[in-house]
């Protein structure tokens, strides 16, 4: 897709398909296995073992669960990831939430779309860009995670707090359409677990009382180490 292309319009006029990144990652893991192109380049020792479960998971549209002690590259493995993105994606200009401008998500790229029609702007997303980490540590919270209530948009924008637009949305959220890596996911309290289950098998996410059904696009990778797996696990 031409990555010059500045609106909506153009866009839809350049014959552009939305697809989820799980889709877009297993075409463009499809694509590397016909062309026996590597992989996960640089990972030496588990071409027969590691890298074709991986494949399968891929191949699957699974969100990624690393089992391994430390220094084995779960974390490598995850960054290499991004190489099986497609190098650029469209983006709704001034979205927080990488919306697409096909199938927006959020209230800002849907009321923009609303009054600007083909007009709306979009930018490019490189896939380097597409890429989140988060280490779990016990004082990680929700809202770090997930979102909180923001008095002070609620301030300026003049808002009351029961209006969605005060929220303001954590890592998650804002890491739409992109990979997003939690690493040692036993240390993460386990309020903070269920609520990531939630995510991953209902599509909504709750702040604060708000309920918001949010179809985020997101490809999980978790890792985790067996030592660790004590009470936490």
Same mark, same amino acid.
């Given at each position: 897709?031409?990555?010059?292309?500045?609106?909506?319009?153009?866009?839809?006029?350049?014959?552009?398909?939305?697809?989820?990144?799980?889709?877009?990652?297993?075409?463009?893991?499809?694509?590397?296995?016909?062309?026996?192109?590597?992989?996960?380049?640089?990972?030496?020792?588990?071409?027969?073992?590691?890298?074709?479960?991986?494949?399968?998971?891929?191949?699957?549209?699974?969100?990624?669960?690393?089992?391994?002690?430390?220094?084995?590259?779960?974390?490598?493995?995850?960054?290499?990831?991004?190489?099986?993105?497609?190098?650029?994606?469209?983006?709704?200009?001034?979205? +927080?939430?990488?919306?697409?401008?096909?199938?927006?998500?959020?209230?800002?790229?849907?009321?923009?779309?609303? +009054?600007?029609?083909?007009?709306?702007?979009?930018?490019?997303?490189?896939?380097?860009?597409?890429?989140?980490?988060?280490?779990?540590?016990?004082?990680?919270?929700?809202?770090?995670?997930?979102?909180?209530?923001?008095?002070?948009?609620?301030?300026?924008?003049?808002?009351?707090?029961?209006?969605?637009?005060?929220?303001?949305?954590?890592?998650?959220?804002?890491?739409?359409?992109?990979?997003?890596?939690?690493?040692?996911?036993?240390?993460?309290?386990?309020?903070?677990?269920?609520?990531?289950?939630?995510?991953?098998?209902?599509?909504?996410?709750?702040?604060?009382?708000?309920?918001?059904?949010?179809?985020?696009?997101?490809?999980?990778?978790?890792?985790?180490?067996?030592?660790?797996?004590?009470?936490?696990?």
């Amino acid at each position: 897709m031409n990555a010059t292309i500045k609106t909506l319009g153009q866009l839809r006029k350049a014959g552009y398909v939305s697809k989820s990144i799980k889709i877009e990652l297993r075409d463009n893991l499809i694509v590397a296995l016909k062309n026996e192109l590597p992989t996960f380049p640089g990972m030496h020792g588990y071409e027969q073992t590691v890298i074709p479960q991986l494949e399968r998971a891929i191949l699957s549209k699974h969100n990624i669960n690393l089992l391994g002690l430390r220094g084995q590259g779960k974390t490598r493995i995850a960054r290499l990831m991004i190489n099986l993105l497609d190098e650029y994606i469209p983006v709704v200009s001034g979205s +927080e939430m990488n919306d697409d401008p096909l199938n927006p998500i959020s209230r800002y790229a849907q009321d923009l779309i609303a +009054e600007h029609g083909d007009k709306t702007p979009i930018y490019w997303l490189h896939r380097s860009e597409r890429f989140f980490e988060k280490l779990a540590t016990p004082d990680v919270t929700i809202a770090d995670l997930i979102g909180d209530i923001d008095p002070i948009k609620a301030s300026n924008l003049k808002l009351n707090y029961s209006d969605e637009r005060v929220l303001h949305f954590g890592m998650i959220p804002r890491a739409n359409r992109c990979i997003f890596v939690i690493n040692e996911l036993p240390d993460l309290q386990a309020r903070i677990q269920v609520a990531l289950f939630n995510i991953l098998e209902e599509g909504d996410i709750q702040i604060r009382g708000f309920k918001l059904r949010l179809p985020l696009d997101l490809h999980f990778v978790f890792t985790a180490n067996p030592e660790d797996y004590t009470n936490r696990g």
